[in-house]
T-cell receptor, first 114, second 113 residues
Framework: EAGVTQFPSHSVIEKGQTVTLRCDPISGHDNLYWYRRVMGKEIKFLLHFVKESKQDESGMPNNRFLAERTGGTYSTLKVQPAELEDSGVYFC????????????FGDGTRLSIL | AQSVSQHNHHVILSEAASLELGCNYSYGGTVNLFWYVQYPGQHLQLLLKYFSGDPLVKGIKGFEAEFIKSKFSFNLRKPSVQWSDTAEYFCAVRNQAGTALIFGKGTTLSVSS
């Protein structure tokens, strides 16, 4: 079974530019999560999709971040405009339907804002 | 707010030494507990999880963890580490009402051969 795939693996952009991160979950996984790890800090939850619906977006830092999951398959996370503090590693995870299902993580996208 | 505390930022051990990584959480209700591991250049992988029942949980690669409710702790142990255990280890908590994982800051384990 293919795992969770994230693109790109690394992105370097200048402050003020726009970046879009993509996550392809494991096929058949209804739940999709985005997390972020800022250097030196813990991995923090951003939001949770169930199929195409946002179930919980309480962790989104501000309105410069927009997540979508059209069709309930892959998801994108857009940052516009990017700020220096947005640098970090963005992880995507997916799980099957059901509370006790484990979350499977992708390799992450390392985002560097200059 | 819920939080997870991992006591050690970096642990250095020789092969065959015993390992214990501390994890404490703050939440008064029922929780699910997890340990994830990230090997160099790889994605986060689930080592073990606790939902209910026997508080001593066995995971992959010889790891185990013990849930002590009175201490709000979920420490990870391994009797004899190997060089291949070099990785970053994350403790995580999820409360019964939510689906999001709340992570600790991680502990980097370096094992010398």
């Amino acid at each position: 079974e293919a795992g969770v795939t994230q693109f790109p693996s690394h992105s370097v952009i200048e402050k003020g530019q726009t970046v879009t991160l993509r996550c392809d979950p494991i096929s058949g996984h209804d739940n999709l999560y985005w997390y972020r790890r800022v250097m030196g800090k813990e991995i923090k939850f951003l939001l949770h999709f169930v199929k195409e619906s946002k179930q919980d977006e309480s962790g989104m830092p501000n309105n410069r971040f927009l997540a979508e999951r059209t069709g309930g398959t892959y998801s994108t996370l857009k940052v516009q405009p990017a700020e220096l503090e947005d640098s970090g590693v963005y992880f995507c995870a997916s799980s099957q339907w059901g509370r006790n299902q484990p979350q499977h993580f992708g390799d992450g996208t390392r985002l560097s804002i200059l | 707010a819920q939080s997870v505390s991992q006591h050690n930022h970096h642990v250095i051990l020789s092969e065959a030494a015993s390992l214990e990584l501390g994890c404490n959480y703050s939440y008064g209700g029922t929780v699910n507990l997890f340990w994830y591991v990230q090997y160099p250049g790889q994605h986060l992988q689930l080592l073990l999880k606790y939902f209910s029942g026997d508080p001593l949980v066995k995971g992959i690669k010889g790891f185990e963890a013990e849930f002590i409710k009175s201490k709000f702790s979920f420490n990870l142990r391994k009797p004899s580490v190997q060089w291949s255990d070099t990785a970053e280890y994350f403790c995580a908590v999820r409360n019964q009402a939510g689906t999001a994982l709340i992570f600790g800051k991680g502990t980097t384990l370096s094992v010398s051969s």
